[in-house]
């Protein structure tokens, strides 16, 4: 089974808006990331947060992360169209990264 | 090039035909994923190669499914006797080290199994 389950399954904003994206997981984790997938492409990674940090930021994204919770939010601040793409959240544990089934995010212009 | 290089971009084949997916991972980079992309899905995880460590093949979904990574740069992942069920993107990653860090993906073999 996936470690990470993201939430919602797609989300729908108007440009200009934030959108938040969470992802809960099952066991401990050494770090988690977010990734971003345009259609047809391959993954880009957007950022990484350990497991002894809280919250980080990178532009207009801010990730938080809850481990009592088993728990993060990825948070797109003042969305653009070309925002607009598929995001992963994976967990990071030994030597494997697994990934959730992720966020369809559409942002209207 | 400076990235993940896949080849081929789009395979087509006929059930029961071999096929082979080569990754050429960025320079460097001592670990090489394969993650298997059905439509609409995440990712799974299918194999690992760190440096010249055993590989961690516990992915794979069937015996059908190998790969290898010759001096420790360029990957194959074959699939032998496709089926229908291995229509599916097949992405490669590579990445600096031992730890799982930031992952840098290859844009896929879309793999199709008439």
């Known amino acids: 089974s996936q470690q990470g389950e993201e939430d919602p399954q797609a989300l729908s904003i108007q440009e200009g808006e934030n959108a938040t994206m969470n992802c809960s997981y099952k066991t401990s984790i050494n770090n988690l990331q977010w990734y971003r997938q345009n259609s047809g492409r391959g993954l880009v990674h957007l950022i990484l947060i350990r497991s002894n940090e809280r919250e980080k930021h990178s532009g207009r994204l801010r990730v938080t992360l809850d481990t009592s919770k088993k728990s993060s939010s990825l948070l797109i601040t003042a969305s653009r169209a070309a925002d607009t793409a598929s995001y992963f959240c994976a967990t990071g544990k030994g030597n494997k990264l697994v990934f959730g089934a992720g966020t369809i995010l559409r942002v209207k212009s | 090039g400076a990235g993940v290089s896949q080849s081929p971009s789009n395979k087509v084949t006929e059930k029961g035909k071999d096929v082979e997916l080569r990754c050429d991972p960025i320079s460097g980079h001592t670990a090489l994923y394969w993650y298997r992309q059905s439509l609409g899905q995440g990712l799974e995880f299918l194999i690992y190669?760190?440096?010249?460590?055993?590989?961690?093949k516990s992915g794979l979904p069937s015996d059908r499914f190998s790969a290898e990574r010759t001096g420790g740069s360029v990957s194959t992942l074959t699939i032998q006797r496709t089926q229908q069920e291995d229509s599916a993107v097949y992405l490669c990653a590579s990445s600096l080290g031992r730890d799982t860090g930031e992952l840098f993906f290859g844009e896929g073999s879309r793999l199709t199994v008439l």
């Open positions: 190669f760190q440096g010249n460590s055993a590989p961690d």
